[in-house]
C-alpha cells in the first residue's frame, strides 16, 4: 500500500526523510498517541511505556533517511516500536525483574465516561484483564492488528513471523479474550 493512499504525500514523507524539523514534528505528532498506547498495552507499565515511546521514537530518528516516501509509514513505525519493546523483554534487568512487577497500567474501563452504564465497565474491565493475561506473543498481534490497524502482512514483518502465524496468533487470542468476555472471567496468564 502505497503512502498516498493512507493519506501521506509522499513530498511531505520525503522531507521527513530529510529532517525538516516541521514535517518531522508534525510526524512524530502524528504517530506519538498510537504507539504510546501500543506501548504502554504492550508492557502494562506507564513509566516502562513512556521510557520505551520516547527510545522508539529516538531510534525512529535515528532511522528516519531509511523511511521510504512511497510507502505508508504505520508498519515501519510500529516496527521499530515493537523491536524496541522486544528488545526490553530479552534485556537481563527485565528478565530479572518480571517476576515480582505489579501491573500498573490504565485499564480501558478507565475510558469510560461516567454515564456509561454498569455492564460496559464490567465488560470493559474483563476485556482489559483479558488482554493482560494474553502471552506476549498473541496480546502484540491482536494490539498491532486491531488497535495499530496494521494488516496481517505488516504484522508478520513487524513480529517477524510467517504471514498465517500472524493470522492464527490473532485468531487464538481473540477466541480466549470471546471466551472470558462470555464467561465474564478473567483467564490466568499464559506464557508466551
Do not use: C
Not at 498465517?164 to 471466551?179: C, I, N, Q, V, W
Amino acid at each position: 500500500m502505497s503512502a498516498a493512499d493512507n493519506g501521506f504525500d509522499p513530498q511531505f514523507l520525503d522531507r521527513v526523510r530529510t529532517r525538516d524539523p516541521d514535517a518531522l514534528e508534525r510526524f512524530f505528532e502524528t504517530f506519538f498517541d498510537r504507539v504510546y498506547g501500543y506501548v504502554s498495552r504492550l508492557v502494562r507499565d506507564r513509566h516502562e511505556a513512556e521510557d520505551l515511546t520516547q527510545l522508539a521514537f529516538l531510534k525512529m530518528h535515528r532511522a528516519i533517511h531509511t523511511l521510504d516516501p512511497g510507502r505508508n509509514p504505520t508498519p515501519w513505525v510500529f516496527a521499530v516500536a515493537a523491536n524496541t519493546v522486544r528488545d526490553h523483554w530479552r534485556s537481563k534487568p527485565y528478565k530479572q525483574s518480571a517476576v515480582n512487577r505489579p501491573l500498573d497500567g490504565t485499564p480501558l474501563a478507565d475510558n469510560l465516561t461516567a454515564e456509561d452504564d454498569q455492564e460496559a465497565r464490567e465488560a470493559a474491565e474483563i476485556l482489559e484483564g483479558a488482554l493482560e493475561r494474553l502471552s506476549e506473543n498473541l496480546r502484540a498481534v491482536v494490539l498491532l492488528r486491531d488497535y495499530a490497524g496494521v494488516s496481517y502482512a505488516e504484522v508478520s514483518r513487524i513480529l517477524g513471523i510467517e504471514e498465517p502465524a500472524a493470522r492464527k496468533r490473532h485468531s487464538r487470542a481473540l477466541d480466549e479474550l470471546r471466551t472470558a468476555l462470555r464467561e465474564g472471567r478473567v483467564p490466568a496468564k499464559r506464557s508466551r
